[in-house]
């Protein structure tokens, strides 16, 4: 997909997202402690019925499972050597399940590593991380590319330009938020909103953290500043977690269709769910926002 076709997909109206990934993986069985992009393709069937699910609810763009996959993320593992297999592995996995009935978007995240001044990895370092993990997931043919849980406008300014390099695919880039629109680590969304899309990013917005019923303020905050598509992908509530280190999400699917209704009439352009949010979740808010 181009960036032209992107923006003239965006402009014909809202878009659905998938859902939650890592969540669904966990009820599927998937283990506390193992490398979940590994895992996902260690068992593609769970992964097909997953997302072949996402898009017969409704979703047009589903992410695929390579979250993690950067070097510093797999290294954990004990993996980093399998990179580029594990990046590639996953958009294969994804163009699998939905074939040509959704887009395929190349899914990145933080790595866990503060930037230069403030901690150790250098911007180089880290440039050179993005670059490796986004020019595999296009090499592999994803249609774009979606920068997400970002903790940090500093790495994902790092993220957005490191893509910039290697492929001219649109590029979606959401933060994590306080429901003030604080970000965990100092500024703020709309502070990300202004300098991410003067720095060429295709879309912008939040997800995962808060429940879409503590965005309200937040999305009308960034429509007001926003030149680009907004993208609001919550979780479906805080979570709680249990004993055996589980999380749980309260917010039911009648509840976050209903929420997430509210924010498409404040500006939403691409909305979805994460953690604790599944196929159910998207058909709702298909039926309740859509039709």
Known sequence: ?????????????????????????RKAGMPVGVCTELWAQEHPEIVIELQSAYVDAGSRIVYA???????EGLSMYGL??????????AVALTRKAVGDRAYVAGDVTTTGKVLE???????NTLFGIYQEQIRCLADAGADLIAIETM????????????????????????????SDGELYYGGSVYEAVETLQELGADAVG??????????????????????????????????????QGTAHYSMQPEAFANAMRK???RGANLIGGCCGTTPEYIRLLKERVLD
């Open 206 to 243: 939040v997800n995962c953290s808060v429940g879409p019923d503590q965005l309200e303020s937040v999305v009308s905050g960034m429509k007001a500043i926003a030149k680009v598509p907004l993208v609001v992908k919550p979780n479906a509530g805080m979570p709680e977690i249990d004993a």
């Open 117 to 123: 001044p403030k901690g150790p990895m250098r911007y």
């Open 80 to 89: 980093a050597d399998r990179l580029e297999e594990i990046n590639r592995g």
């Open 263 to 265: 924010l498409a009439w």
């Open 151 to 178: 903790l940090t406008l500093d790495e994902t300014t790092v993220a957005l330009e490191a893509a910039r390099s290697v492929c001219d695919l649109p590029v979606l880039c959401t933060m994590t938020i306080m």
């Open 1 to 25: 997909m181009t960036r032209e076709e992107f923006a003239r997909l965006t402009e014909s109206g809202l878009l659905l997202l998938d859902g939650g990934m890592g969540s669904s993986l």
């Open 65 to 71: 499972p390579s979250f993690m996959a950067n070097r």
